[in-house]
């Protein structure tokens, strides 16, 4: 976890409206599990973008595909990686570093507006971090259908009948 959250530090700081999901958001809702990458669901407006990118830069990350990261940022040549080469997420990571990747979703079964609705705000070590809703969590989970997501399914099943995070009561940080 130490080895992200210099990432989710820098992203607030810049104000990056993102929402934590996948593996690292099932961990910090209380499922003690292996995960290595940061998923990041993604305002995905071209100034949002641009500002995260940088930031992702800035921490020594690099595009795992051998494009620029602001392509990423450009709606139509993402759009066709999409819909041309099933993008589902683009994976930026740290050469030095194997523990330090994310991947931002290029796509989701839930729109970004309703996933940022949800969230709640988990502080961790003094650092604010948005991490999609239980309900949210399951929904993209049951969608991908994989056997790690299928087994991230019940054990947020599990913990859902007690409470998972206390939840911070200000509307943001």
Sequence with gaps: MRSILGILAALHDADVDYVVVGGVAV???GHARMTVDLDLALDLTAQ???TALEVLTAEGLRP????????FADEET??????QR????FTMHDPDNPLREV???ATAPIPFADLAADADWITIDSVPVKVASVEHLVAMKRHSGRPIDLADIA???ALAERPIVERDDRDDP
Excluded: K, Y
């Design 64 to 71: 795992r595909l051998p494009v620029a990261a602001e392509q």
């Design 48 to 50: 949002n973008l641009a």
């Design 78 to 83: 993402r759009t066709g990686w999409v819909e």
């Design 155 to 157: 054990a947020l099943s």
């Design 27 to 29: 961990v910090l809702r």
């Design 103 to 105: 991947d931002l979703l």
């Design 86 to 89: 099933n993008l589902v997420a």
